[in-house]
């Protein structure tokens, strides 16, 4: 008999439902919520109201998408946390509902390990090559920069982290203080592929072991704009490509430093990218430089697996059922949690 697993995701602004059948990815619905984007970040009272409206609509489009009825589902996967509270809920307690009217397994998945085990989403007809174990893994994203030591699919260890800001949250602060949109990582993204990244150096962190901070070059970049603004009102207008071209190298200098010095302290060379910030141009050429130059095997996701969705959330939800590794309806949600 097949294994069908129904995955949810809903911990910040993207509701999400994806089908994985036998580890194969049948469907993969996200609805985004574009209510934020005036406000300038992510308003939680909006996020969660918006995932009650989206949520049956979404799992219904991932059910026919996938030709899957709901009595074929083996098992309902959902992301825990960490996340926000109100839209975790949501997520959370509409899985509850489902698994209890379908008598059929609950499985409960940390977001941060889903983004790692993204790697590992086969699509139908799809012979990508996956990561071997034990592999290492930039996540980054607006929550986060960590450098993980993937062990199996269960075990990971956290071998460095921001210490302060996590890099997509600093790309877009700095974004916000241009007066550019949100979120600022793609706009930074597109206009820094017409700039000069080394027209301006901001201040890079000197922080021992792998850990990471951007709260310093965030407040470099922003003293270094106010004495040019007081010179010439319309630099930013003027030069906004070469500031992005010359802020994003600097973020995927600092990312990339930390993670040859892990690959070379940990004698790993299969190293992956996963989260928000790997959509980045940028640090996708990094990447391709480091393997060339010092033989890693990279492992870059596709564009629709590094930000939220829900496909991760199935396939993580797929290992564990494997393993029986079930939870009770009783267990909460969390909003903080490492892996
Ligand atoms: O993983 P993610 O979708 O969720 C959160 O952690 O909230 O990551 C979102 C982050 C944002 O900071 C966004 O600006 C950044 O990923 N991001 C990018 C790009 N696309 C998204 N940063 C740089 N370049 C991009 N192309």
Known sequence: MSTIILGIESSCDDTSA??????????????????????????PELASRAHQQNIVPVVHEALKKAGVSKDEISAVAFTRGPGLMGSLLVGVSFAKGFARALDIPLIDV???KAHVLAHFIKEKDEEAEQPEFPFLCLLVSG???????????????????????????AIDKCSKVMGLGYPGGPIIDKLARQGNPKAYTFNKPHIPGLDYSFSGLKTS??????????EDPDFIENHKQDLAASLEATVVEILMDKLRKAAKQYKINQVAVAGGVSANTGLRNAFHEHARKYGWKIFIPKFGYTTDNAAMIAITGYFKY???????????AYSRVTL
């Open 18 to 43: 994806a089908i994985i059948k036998d580890g194969v990815l049948l469907s993969n619905i996200v609805a985004g919520q574009a209510v934020h984007e005036s406000y300038g970040g992510v308003v």
């Open 110 to 112: 940390n977001h941060l």
């Open 143 to 169: 929550g986060n920069s960590q450098i993980i030591l993937v062990k199996s699919y269960d075990e990971m260890e956290v071998l460095g982290q921001t210490i302060d800001d996590a890099a997509g949250e």
């Open 221 to 230: 970049f922003l003293y270094s704009l106010r004495d040019w603004i007081k």
């Open 322 to 332: 494997l393993n029986k590794d079930f939870c009770s309806i009783d267990l909460p």
